[in-house]
Structure formats: C-alpha cells, structure tokens
C-alpha cells in the first residue's frame, strides 16, 4: 500500500571536533498549510569514515530498532576547492531489535549532494516483500 503524505524533516550532521560525524533526524506529517499535525520518525546516531572513501554509519530509533550500515562516498562535482556534488551510498550491515519492534529484513540509503540540497532515499525490506521505495526526501540548508 503506497500512501503520499506532506512531511517535513529536520536533519542535523554535526560535530565535535573528533573523527565522526553527529547524526539526528525527525520527521512530521504536515497539513496542506505545512504546518506539523503529527511527529513520524526520529533517528540518532554517527557517521563513521573509513580508508578508501567508505563509512559507517550507526542509527538508533525510539521504535526499538538498531542499525549497522556500511557504503561508500564518491565525490561527483569540485568547483573551485569546494564540494558541489557527492553521494554516499550504503546498505545494512547488521539490524538489532527488541522483541516489540517491528521486523525488518534489509535496508538501502543514498544521500546525495544535489544543486546544494541533500536529496535522499531509504529502501527497505520486511518480511514477505523485496527491497522496496519506503521515503524518499530533498532537503534544503536552512540557517
């Protein structure tokens, strides 16, 4: 079942001055006015980097589910010094989950640098069903 919601997301990558990156996400539903009506998901966890362009990146959610995913980073576009285009691309390594938590089998992320927003998407498998679209976001900087 395919359902097409308005929603909007917070998305911080940050950090501390030591070699990972900071991750937190939230996401709501919103009205056709884009105001919030409903909180959706939330995410937190690290960017790892790894030799040879490749990371790690380690997720919790409150819904009971722990993730280990690896990829790689492969930078598309340098203009004067500066990053203008790179994707990571990256697949579960591992899936940890309480007994109350939903089952998922697999999972697929790309994060790309696209005309400066960050476009991504997550694939995912459950039980009974292939790789399949479940979000898919553009995001633009905000101050």
């Known amino acids: ?8 997301q917070e998305l911080s990558i940050s950090h501390d001055g030591r070699p990972f990156l900071i991750h937190w996400s939230r996401t709501w539903q919103l009205d056709d006015d884009g105001e919030r009506v409903a909180p959706l998901a939330i995410e937190s966890g690290f960017w790892r980097p790894a030799p040879d362009n490749e990371c790690e990146l380690l997720l919790a959610h409150p819904t009971g589910i722990l993730e280990s995913w690896f990829g790689k980073t492969t930078v598309t576009g340098i203009v004067d010094a500066q990053i203008t285009g790179a994707r990571v691309e990256l697949k579960t390594d591992a899936i940890v989950r309480t007994q109350s938590a939903k089952e998922i089998n697999a999972g697929q992320r790309m994060y790309g640098l696209v005309e400066e927003k960050l476009a991504w998407v997550y694939d995912m498998a459950i039980p009974g069903t292939e790789m399949s679209s479940h979000v898919s976001f553009l995001l633009s900087k905000q101050a």
């Open 1 to 8: 079942m395919e359902t097409d919601i308005q929603v909007g």
